[in-house]
Nanobody, 119 residues
Framework: QVQLVESGGGFVQSGGSLRLSCAVS????????MGWYRQAPGKQRELVAD???????NYADSVKGRFTISTFNAENTFFLQMNSLKAEDTAVYYC?????????????WGQGAQVTVSS
């Protein structure tokens, strides 16, 4: 089992920055990829950025050059640094960890963090 706890959401003006954190506990050794997703009101959840255990990253076109995903630090926490925020970035942000155990993949999700950007 893996548990994810998010922090760092909030309210910021357009052009500002926020950093989201995702603290992971449990069977961390089984995790091989992490990511951040977001869901705006009335829209489907979408990928923001993800990163593999080898450090390969992937970003949505809408956030390239503004957001940066990082892998685990020494406290088993990974981050999403969000700069130059825009009103359209307003959403609930979720972290996700994908694990492999005995040949089976499983996705674990954080509880979500509200990010609100005023225009």
């Amino acid at each position: 089992q893996v548990q994810l706890v998010e922090s760092g959401g909030g309210f910021v003006q357009s052009g500002g920055s926020l950093r989201l954190s995702c603290a992971v506990s449990g069977s961390i050794f089984s995790i091989y990829a992490m990511g951040w997703y977001r869901q705006a009101p009335g829209k489907q959840r979408e990928l923001v950025a993800d990163i593999t255990s080898g450090g390969s990253t992937n970003y949505a076109d809408s956030v390239k050059g503004r957001f940066t995903i990082s892998t685990f630090n020494a406290e088993n926490t990974f981050f999403l640094q969000m700069n130059s925020l825009k009103a359209e970035d307003t959403a609930v942000y979720y972290c996700k960890a994908r694990s492999m155990n005995r040949g089976y993949e499983h996705d674990y999700w954080g509880q979500g963090a509200q990010v609100t950007v005023s225009s």
